[in-house]
Nanobody, 122 residues
Framework: VQLQASGGGLVQAGGSLRLSCAASGRTFSISTMAWFRQAPGKERDFVAAIRWGGSRTYYGDSVKGRCTISRDNAKNMVYLQMNSLKPEDTGVYYC????????????????WGKGTLVTVSS
């Protein structure tokens, strides 16, 4: 499975961005798709996840109420709509996929795409 994230950029605090992740290859093996982010000098944090075959979603505490993850199975796409962005949302956002139905953790992801940089200015 190959994953390609896009949609990052520079935005002012309070603004919005929509990230996209295109999946290709053996996408039928995917159980969960997720977004993680990594700020400079920090660990990779969980942002959001969605079950590939259902509608269940998961969100990290720092983005609850501000972000919405969605998917389009027909297009093999996953999206992350981010609103009310804060400077602390700055980081490289990674799209990831797991073949496991377990909790969406970084350690549990089988596939990673190259990140897309989000910079939120104050």
């Amino acid at each position: 499975v190959q994953l390609q994230a896009s949609g990052g950029g520079l935005v002012q605090a309070g603004g919005s961005l929509r990230l996209s992740c295109a999946a290709s290859g053996r996408t039928f093996s995917i159980s969960t798709m997720a977004w993680f982010r990594q700020a400079p000098g920090k660990e990779r944090d969980f942002v959001a996840a969605i079950r590939w075959g259902g509608s269940r979603t998961y969100y990290g505490d720092s983005v609850k109420g501000r972000c919405t993850i969605s998917r389009d199975n027909a297009k093999n796409m996953v999206y992350l709509q981010m609103n009310s962005l804060k400077p602390e949302d700055t980081g490289v956002y990674y799209c990831a996929g797991s073949t496991s139905p377990g909790p969406p953790t970084a350690a549990g992801m089988d596939y990673w795409g190259k990140g897309t940089l989000v910079t939120v200015s104050s």
